[in-house]
């Protein structure tokens, strides 16, 4: 693995965390023949993945391919590759960014597939790539990836979306023939948007299950709050019709209606009466919607804008407001026309 | 610029123009019949008779043979078009005088200054020796001038007057750098003597009536081949004056990329000195010249204003002879600024020419422009996203380096007392009306302005505004004192007036101006 030639040799793409994301996204990668390397922060994980192809804390009982090489070497790897993805949770993007930021140049891609938003600041994972490195050529992967049916080799689509053409044009090709379909767009904001937005939904459909208050409950539960994500991120400078793509109803649909989602998983067991630190301290992996309700939340009174649903889970996180009770409350609100906030823009 | 290289300059913008627009038959034929329909409608309005009838008999002509021309004719017959288009903007460019002028340039703004009205000006002007007195150099001037000697340099100022060009001309006279490239409105070279050294001290001719495509294309060809030559460039990335007094927050981007593209080509043609750097640069006046006319032309359309205006205050020497005589005796002092200057990417550069990125680190620059072969080369799409960058840190340093003025400091503070006071009164009904009262008590509008100087304060201290030196030291009463003798003097009628320990408003729109200034800024009180 360490011989003189594989070790220059230029890369495909260098894809940063060793995750149930990034690993997935890697994995396929691999799988397609492309060249690829595995960042992961411990070296113990990265030696796992080489040595016994599996990554048991991320996606334990899962076989990775054997093409699959994982390395803690950032510099080294930035140095051979043109093309970055960054699946890094939200919390510690920015320090990553930050050491990533030390060794890349101009002319290198960096393309991130993190849901998530700094609650410190409110930033986008892009505006902290642009903040902590020199790269411009910078874009965003989103879409409906539930990584387990990922790495069950199920077909799925995604989303990258830059504002530089080439962005999509070089990761395209990449997943070419695999059962990941990459479409291009240009909508950074409204896909990064939609991207951290749909998990508080997914919570609080989550929730309505845990409820057991059945699909049509659920279903007005996302769709009004695929409204309240959409207006949101108008108000931030999206696109209007990211909304209704794969990074936005397509993410949606798939987090909401699915117990694999994690998101999903906390509303629910919140809703069967467990106590937030309870959920959160048996899990393994980062909720990314527990934080984003907090920092959706703020901004949104900030900016004046009433988001009935974003409001009401963050009483059940933060206020201590009884689920069943937040949700009989959103059904009490004042309805107006359905579409009026959209359509007058 | 010697004779050679302007010969080079001018067959080079014709090439590369005629390049772009005579890719195939079909837009050739598209694009002459479209300048020819421009350039006859202009003509239509042309005031000069002479003239008019000259270009009409030429215009007939090109149209008549293009028609039946061949795909070849056609094609020469717009070339000639071009030339001629390029012929004007180089203009009676002379090699000789602009050499001169860079030696004698304050004599010869003193006349042009002088030219307004030289008995009265220099009746009154004695004891100040010139305008050049009142203007402050201040901010990264030791690295402009370092850089302007490895790199080409793109100065983008704001710009709120026509006094702007001077100011900066001034500016860069003092700074010991040679004049600056610029394309200047054809109203500026109305006044002969004006023209004659605007012409001589590196402007270009900008007929802004002319619609055709090809000619702004021209325009910015001439922009572009000048910076790849090594000319250092002037222009106002705004478009035109503010209008409504704020700095400028969206930018035209069209000449703003020519940098990007002299750039490539440089690198690709493995240019001795291949960096272009650009400078951005705010002009604070405590008064401007203009302001009656820009802000009223603002509010009739509010978006829909006249890209040109002819007849303001810079066309009436008597108006511009009274502003000056007015910053004369209030020892008023213009600030020019210069920032931090950019690569073209929008990455700051220190005075060594190194690019560093947010975090202070260096950035090899050449290395954005990479193909995937690794070679330079220019990508449209990628490109015009670089210039949105720029454009973006350019407008950064625009609001970091905004010098604010007591007029704006005070105006502010009335114009919310004015609001607070009619809270159901629009924008419109409020600017005609002024509301219940017509005055304040001068006590409760020193509390707003020592309000409104805390908040201004504190935005300095954070870096994200400039304040001037009253502003800075002094106490609320002195703060609005010299507001108060600058705002009740100049202009047609007194913004501000004070009567006893009343304050009275009476030109609501010049405080809307003034206070304008202070828009786009993270702003509370």
Redesign the interface.
């Given at each position: 693995m360490t011989s003189k030639n594989t070790r220059s040799a230029k890369l495909d793409i260098l894809v940063v965390g060793g995750g149930t994301f990034g690993t997935s996204l890697a994995s396929i990668l691999a799988g397609r023949q492309r060249k690829v390397r595995l960042w992961t922060r411990r070296a113990e994980q990265a030696e796992e993945i080489n040595r016994e192809h599996t990554n048991h804390r991320y996606l334990p009982g899962i076989k990775l391919p054997v093409k699959l090489i994982a390395t803690n070497d950032l510099k080294a790897s930035l140095q051979r590759t043109q093309i970055v993805l960054m699946v890094i949770p939200s919390k510690s993007f920015r320090q990553v960014a930050?050491e990533i930021?030390?060794s890349l140049?101009?002319?290198q891609i960096v393309v991130h597939a993190t849901k998530g938003i700094e609650i410190e600041t409110f930033k986008r994972m892009s505006q902290v790539l642009?903040?902590?490195?020199?790269a411009?050529?910078i874009g965003v992967l989103s879409g409906p990836n539930l990584a387990r049916e990922l790495m069950a080799g199920r077909p799925t689509g995604a989303l990258v979306a830059s504002?530089?053409?080439?962005v999509g044009e070089r990761i395209q090709p990449l997943f070419a023939g695999s059962h990941l379909l990459i479409f291009s767009g240009r909508d950074v904001i409204g896909t990064e948007v939609a991207g951290a937005f749909k998990n508080i939904i997914a919570l609080a459909a989550g929730a309505a299950d845990g409820q057991g208050l059945g699909d049509n409950a659920k279903s007005l539960l996302v769709t009004r709050g695929l409204s309240e994500m959409a207006r949101f991120g108008v108000a931030l400078g999206a696109d209007v019709f990211t909304f209704g793509g794969l990074a936005g109803i397509g993410d949606l649909m798939a987090t909401c209606a699915s117990p694999l989602s994690r998101n999903h998983q906390v509303g629910e067991r919140l809703a069967k009466g467990e106590s937030l630190k309870q959920v959160l301290a048996s899990m393994t992996q980062v909720a990314e919607g527990v934080p984003t309700t907090r920092a959706v939340y703020l901004q949104a009174q900030q900016m004046h804008m009433t988001l009935p649903i974003v409001e009401a889970v963050h009483g059940v996180l933060y206020q201590k407001v009884k689920c069943d009770k937040a949700l009989h409350q959103l059904m009490a609100i004042p309805v107006g026309k359905e579409l009026a906030a959209l359509r007058f823009r | 610029m010697n004779a050679a290289e302007k010969e080079k300059l001018l067959t080079e913008v014709v090439q590369r123009t005629v390049d772009r627009w005579c890719r195939d038959p079909k837009t050739t034929e598209e694009a002459l019949f479209d300048t020819i329909y421009h350039e006859r409608r202009r003509l239509e309005g042309e005031k000069k008779k002479s003239v008019a009838k000259r270009d009409r008999a030429l215009y007939d002509r090109s149209y008549h043979q293009g028609l039946k021309a061949s795909a070849g004719t056609q094609r020469e017959i717009f070339r000639q078009i071009i030339q001629r288009f390029a012929n004007e903007v180089v203009g009676h460019f002379d090699p000789r005088v602009y050499a001169l002028s860079t030696r004698v340039i304050p004599v010869a703004m003193n006349l042009l200054l002088n030219s307004v009205s030289p008995l009265r000006l220099v009746e009154t002007l004695q004891g100040a020796n010139s305008l050049i007195d009142q203007l402050d150099l201040e901010g990264q001037t030791h690295t402009l001038k370092r850089l302007a000697r490895q790199a080409t340099i793109v100065l983008v100022p704001t710009h709120s007057s026509n006094l702007d060009s001077i100011m900066i001309g001034f500016g860069l006279y003092r700074l010991g750098l040679p004049p600056f490239t610029y394309g200047a409105g054809l109203n500026l070279f109305s006044n002969r003597l004006v023209g004659f050294f605007m012409h001589n001290l590196g402007a270009y001719k900008v007929d802004r009536r002319k619609q055709a495509a090809v000619y702004k294309d021209v325009l910015k060809t001439y922009a572009g081949c000048s910076m790849e030559m090594g000319f250092h460039n002037l222009f106002f990335p705004g478009g035109t004056r503010s209008r409504s007094g704020a700095v400028e927050s969206s930018l035209k981007r069209g000449l703003l990329g020519m940098g990007l593209d002299a750039y490539v080509n440089n690198l690709r043609a493995k240019a001795k000195k291949p960096d272009v750097f650009i400078v951005p640069c705010t002009i604070n006046y405590q008064l401007v010249l203009e302001a009656e006319t820009l802000i009223a032309d603002h509010l009739k359309a509010q978006g829909k204003s006249r890209f040109i205006i002819e007849d303001d205050e810079f066309s009436k020497p008597r108006r511009v002879f009274e502003f000056i005589q007015q910053l004369f005796s209030l020892h008023s002092r213009i600030h020019l600024m210069f920032g931090q200057a950019l690569d073209v990417?929008g990455?700051q550069v220190d005075d060594q020419g190194v690019s560093h990125?947010?975090?202070g680190?260096p950035?090899?620059?050449t290395?954005?422009v990479?193909d995937s072969q690794g070679q330079p080369a220019v990508?449209a799409?990628?490109d015009r996203?670089?210039t949105?960058?720029l454009a973006r840190s350019i407008s950064e340093s625009y609001h970091q380096n905004t010098v604010i003025k007591s007029t704006n400091l005070v105006s502010r503070a009335v114009f919310d007392l004015l609001k607070e006071h009619n809270p159901d009164l629009d924008l419109f009904r409020l600017l005609r009306t002024g509301g219940a009262e017509e005055s304040f008590s001068l006590q409760e509008v020193y509390g707003r302005i020592e309000r409104t100087l805390t908040t201004a304060r504190s935005l300095a201290q954070q870096g994200q505004l400039k304040l001037d030196k009253t502003l800075a030291d002094k106490d609320t009463v002195a703060v609005a004192s010299e507001a108060l003798a600058h705002l009740g003097s100049y202009h047609r009628k007194p913004a501000l007036e004070r009567r006893g320990d009343r304050l009275f408003h009476q030109d609501r729109k010049l405080l809307l101006y003034y206070q304008n200034r202070l828009s786009g800024f993270a702003w509370e009180g």
């Open positions: 930050r930021g030390d140049q101009g002319d642009r903040e902590e490195t020199c411009l050529k504002q530089y053409r080439e | 990417f990455n990125d947010h975090r680190r950035v090899d620059r290395r954005y990479l990508d799409q990628r996203e670089y949105r960058e």
